[in-house]
Structure formats: C-alpha cells, structure tokens
C-alpha cells in the first residue's frame, strides 16, 4: 500500500522521540538504580543491589511509599465520588445546558496546578479564608491546625485537581451507553433506580476504571502538593526522590526508588487495562 | 368533491369497549412541529394491527407514546378500560421489541431474556424454567450462554423476542423489527412472528414502512400520514377499497383516474361509463390487475378502450405493462410474462373495479 520510504519517513520521528526520551533516560536511570556513591561523593558503577536492599531495611522510603499510596487511594475514592454523579448528571440529565455544565467540570484544567494548590493554602492556612470563618462564626478559638501541612491537605488538594481526569472518562463512557437500553430496561419493568445498577452501572465500569487508574497513578506520583501542602506529615514518595536527586546527592538511591515506583505504575496499568478489556462489552 | 364518498373514507374505529387498548385524540408535538394529531384508534384482544407509514408519519412516536417513552400532549390511553397514560413505562403491562433489539450486551442471552423477570422478583426456579421455554420458543436455546455481541442480527431478533414474550405482556409493541434483516431472512420471520402471535395470543402492534409487510402479516392496517390516520381497515378491504387517492398509492400500484361524473355518467379522459355517484369531480382507482386485454366475447359492461402498449417491466410472475392510450393518457396494467401481444391492442375494465377516492394529495 505505502511505499517502504513513506513508512519509514513516517514511523521514524516517533520512535527517535520514544527511544531518546523514553527509553535511553530509563535504561540510564536502571544502570543508575545499581550504581552507588563513594565517600568522596563520586558515582561508583559498580554493579550491586545494594539500594534496593536498603529499600527494604530502612523504614521511612516502604513507610513513605505505603502512605503515598494510602494517600492516593483515597484521592481515587473521593475524584469517584464527584466524578460520578456530576458525569451521571451531565450525560442523563443536563439536557439544555450540557456543554456548558461539560465546560465547567474541565475548565480547572485550564489553570496551573500551581496556582490551584496556592489557592488551597491560603484556604487552609492558619490565617487563611477557612480559618478566619470559622474563628469569626466562633466554631473555633484557634485556628485549626490540621487543615494545612497534614495528608489532609494533600489529598483535598490532589482531589481538586485530579477529579477533572476522573470526571472525562467516567463522562465518556456514560455517553456511549446507548439510550434505547436504558428505556428497554424501563419497558421490562426496571425502576429508575433499577435500571441505574443493572445496566448503567455495569456499562460505565470501564470508564470508572479508567478514571480510578488516572486520579491513583498521578496523585501517587505528585510531589507538588506535598512539598506546599503536606508537611512533615504529609511527605509523599517523590519528595524523597527528589531530596535524593537534590540535596541528597544519592541519585543511585533515587534512580533504584523511581524505578520501583515505575514498575509499580507499569504493573498497575497493565491489571486495569486487562480488566477494562473484560468489562468492556464487543 | 362528491359527499357520498365520504362513508368509505378513513374513520376513527370506534373505541368499543371491549378493546383491550383505546387510543382518545392523541396529539403530540414536537416544539412547533405537529408530528400527531387527534389519533383515535382501539386494538382488540388478540389482534394483529399495522401501523404502516413512511418516515416521518409519526408511527414510531405513537408506538413510543403507547410503551410509555414519550408523553401525549393531549388525548388518553386507556387500556381494558383503565388508564395507561399516567403510569410511567415500568408500570406498563405492556414490552416493545426495540428497531436495534437493544439487547443488553454486558448480560449473556439467558441473563437478557431473565431481565424482567428477575426485576419482577420471581423466584430463580420460575425465572429459569419460563426462560428457557421462551428461548425454545424462538429456537435460540442453544446460545443462552452467549453474549449479544456474539450471535447474527436475525439471532438477536429471537432474543429481544423472547425478552419480551417471556414477561407474558398483554400487548407486544414492534418497533420496525424486521428493517434491519436482508430480504429472504425477513420474509422467514414474518411468517414465524405471524404464527408466534396466533400461537401466545397476545395482541400485537407492529409498526412498519413496508406496505407488502403489513399486508402479509396484519388483521387491520392503520395507515398514518403526516401524523394523522389516513385509513384503518383489514388488508384486504384497504387494498381493495382504498379511501383516499394517498392509501390506493401508497399500498400497492394503482391508476388513478381523474374525471367528472354528470348525469350518472363517469367520464375520464376517453374513458366513459354508468356510475351511480352523484355529479361533480372525482378521482378513481383502478388497480392494474383489473385491466386486461379485451376478449374475442364482449364482457358485458366492459369499458373498452383502444391502446399502445409502450414498455414491458418484467416482475417474476407477471408484468406491468404501460398502456399508452388514444387520448395521451398512460395506464399501467398487469400482464402475463409470456403473453404475445401487438403493440395496438383493445383493452378493457369492468367498472366495479373502478373504486372512487378521496383526492388526498397535497
């Protein structure tokens, strides 16, 4: 069909770009993770396994990695739980202003993350909009402590700013659920309710997963939010990477955590993307 | 336009009491746009009716106003005498086999055709065994296991067939369930949803575009234009005794004849006989299969007339031939496929094949 020149004039940009930007940083990144640092801070490319080992003994990087996930579970669950209903609305019952409403839920995304996760600190702050609210309702005497700098803020914060990602392919999904089943489901006899976790339920799973794997795998990987947000408490994995790359001066230690978060992240998309198979129907 | 015409022409049937459903006056738009205006109709227990019409008639909007997805703006339902219009489609005694089937596809064959059932709450012993027979029913018990996505169109037609059978509904509504199957597979299943209806017993409502459907399968024909009811009559009667120019068209072929009766006398173009109707305009239909080539023995009362024929169309076992007559006029007649005939022949009607219509065209 295509001549072999047109192929390949075609194939090569794209794999140039995958291989220098993807694959070269990770194999780099890989030989790293088994390097180490001398005494006089050199990098030794000596071939050991000694930074997983020590991945595994000292408690703060498994500790740290386990509330990062802890901490993006829950910004799973809470993006759902927006996501869901606002989609639900959106594709069954916004009929005259949908693509305003539509607009609405993405339009977030059009502001930096940074200026979002700012704005959350001066709600949640000690003087911020929250506080003073509550001090002049006379809720509280002192400002509460635990709004900011606490996994509290990191995951309200990482919730706010995921939910959009959650929100699009729950929506989509919703959208492609034909109207004719939902009224052959109301001509059997199924209720509202009925029709709703017999069929549109099931038929929106993949979408919901998809939206589940998108809100876990980047808030699992953010360190913005707790860098400004978190507090000593609310430290999450890539801050400990990026100290290590940093301050630290331990990038053998930083490429061997990055690498297991990689896999991780590998190994969780390739379940969801099998299970999304499955539940979605030919 | 002649009064004495009118008796033939299209009434609303009377809503008799023992209808199992009765349509009062139902209107419907949409914004601006009138796609139903003032439908009377009733169906009797047991029945067959056709709601045949082209796209655009209105026939899916009053299917979907009787199954409960659309809202009358005016006008009642009223089923054995009770109200169907103010419950909403679940409460409905009433199942629609859907134009795509709308199968379920996240459930297999058996779990589609036990949906009602199982909302319904029946017990799981019930639930199987009155499944199955529906999927014997429709001769699909073999693929209860398979996924909708997995099986032929005409196979999906059986499943949405028992799915809704299998709930035992008083009426069955047909949404064009046979649009989307090739010719031979179709007129196969028009003959095994005939006998499955005579079989259940359960009144039908087909809504269809093919005229030679609702022929074959109908007890009674409603025909809907522009969203009104045209005429409502048994097969044989709206083909036989059209009530309007539009209905003799639209359901078979026909030559319309346009003329004036005066003094008891019918006259279109050359065309001359003894009618009873009373003077003024009129339109006539004469079905091409009650034209034939004049015999060597006069018939008695014959209209004969003197034509060309122009052009042979070959149909299987018959032909239409176009007549081109004395006077201009071009007539199409059904003739046999191995008829010899010279191109300057005599023809001849009786006139009691001569049905006036009302002129309906617009």
């Keep these: 069909m295509f001549s072999r020149a047109y192929r390949l004039a075609v194939s090569l940009p794209p794999v140039l770009w995958v291989g220098m930007f993807l694959l070269v940083p990770y194999a780099l990144l890989f030989c790293y993770s088994f390097w180490t640092v001398s005494a006089q801070q050199a990098i030794v490319h000596s071939w050991m396994l000694d930074n997983y080992r020590q991945l595994v003994r000292v408690n703060i ?19 759902l739980l927006l996501a869901f209903p606002l989609a639900y609305f959106l594709s069954f019952h916004a009929t005259r202003r949908k693509d305003l409403f539509y607009q609405l839920a993405i339009i977030p995304l059009w502001v930096s993350y940074l200026v979002r ?15 003073t609210l509550l001090q002049y309702a006379h809720l509280t005497t002192h400002p509460l402590a635990f709004l900011l700098y606490s996994p509290f803020a990191v995951v309200l914060t990482l919730t706010h700013i995921y939910t959009p990602f959650t929100f699009l392919p729950v929506y989509s999904a919703l959208e492609r659920i034909p109207r004719n089943l ?25 979408g919901v997963l998809a939206g589940a794997t998108f809100a876990f795998v980047l808030a699992l990987g953010d360190f913005l939010a707790p860098l400004l947000l978190g507090g000593p408490s609310g430290i999450m994995i890539s ?35 099998k299970l999304e198979k499955r539940w979605s129907v030919q | 336009m002649a009064t004495t015409l009118e008796p033939t022409i299209a009434q609303p049937a009377k809503p008799t009491s023992g209808a199992l459903l009765t349509l009062r006056n139902i209107a419907k738009s949409f914004g ?74 996240h459930l297999s064959v058996f779990e589609n055709v036990a949906y009602g059932l199982k909302v319904a709450r ?45 709930n035992r509904p008083r009426l069955l509504l047909l949404d064009e369930p046979l649009s989307a199957l090739d010719a031979n597979l179709r007129r196969q ?76 006398m019918a006259r279109c173009n050359s065309l001359v006989w003894p009618t009873e109707f009373p003077d003024g305009a009129v339109v006539f ?59 300057d022949l005599d023809f001849e009607f009786s006139p009691q094949d001569a049905i006036p219509v009302r002129d309906s065209t617009s």
């Design chain 1, 61 to 79: 990087y498994w500790q740290t990695l386990l509330r990062s996930m802890w901490i993006a579970a829950r910004v799973m669950v809470f993006s």
């Design chain 2, 189 to 264: 299943m028009q003959m095994e949803l005939k006998s499955l209806q005579r079989e259940v017993g359960i009144s039908f409502i087909f809504v269809t575009h093919d005229q030679e459907e609702a022929m074959v399968m109908s007890d009674r024909i409603a025909l809907l234009r522009f969203g009104q009811l045209e005429q409502i009559a048994a097969p044989r009667e709206i083909y036989s005794q059209p009530a309007t120019t539009y209905t003799a068209q639209f359901i078979g072929l026909t030559n319309l004849l346009r003329g004036e009766v005066k003094g008891g």
């Design chain 2, 122 to 166: 029946l017990t799981k012993t019930e639930i199987v065994s009155r499944v199955e027979e529906a999927l014997s029913m429709v001769k699909m018990a073999a693929y209860a296991a398979s996924k909708p996505g997995n099986i032929s169109g005409g196979q999906q037609q059986r499943v949405a067939l028992a799915r809704a059978l299998v």
């Design chain 2, 32 to 105: 601006q746009k009138p796609v139903l205006r003032d439908i009377s109709l009733s169906v009797a227990e047991g029945e067959f009716l056709t709601i045949l019409g082209e796209s655009g008639s209105g026939k899916t909007t009053l299917l979907r106003i009787i199954a409960g997805f659309e809202r009358a703006d005016t006008g009642e339902l009223l089923m054995a005498g009770a109200r169907l219009d103010q419950l909403p489609a679940y409460r409905r005694p009433v199942n629609t086999v859907f134009q795509h089937y709308a199968l379920f596809p």
């Design chain 2, 285 to 343: 239909s004469l079905r091409p299969e009650n034209i034939r080539v004049a015999g060597v023995t006069e018939g008695d009362g014959m209209v004969t007339f003197r034509g060309r024929i122009q052009n042979r169309v070959f149909h299987g076992p018959t032909e239409i031939w176009q007549i081109q007559c004395m006077d201009g006029s071009v007539l199409s007649m059904r003739g046999g496929v191995r008829e010899e005939a010279a191109h």
């Design chain 1, 239 to 273: 801050n400990i990477v990026v100290s290590l790359f940093g301050a630290a001066y331990n990038w053998p230690l930083g490429s061997a955590i990055s690498f297991c978060m990689l896999l991780l992240v590998l190994t969780l998309l390739f379940f969801s993307e």
């Design chain 1, 117 to 131: 996760a700012y704005a959350w600190k001066t709600i949640l702050g000690s003087d911020g909009v929250l506080n």
């Design chain 1, 182 to 206: 939902v009224e052959a489901s109301h001509d059997l006899g199924a209720s509202q309710w009925q029709t709703f976790w017999r069929v549109i339920f099931p038929l929106s799973l993949p």
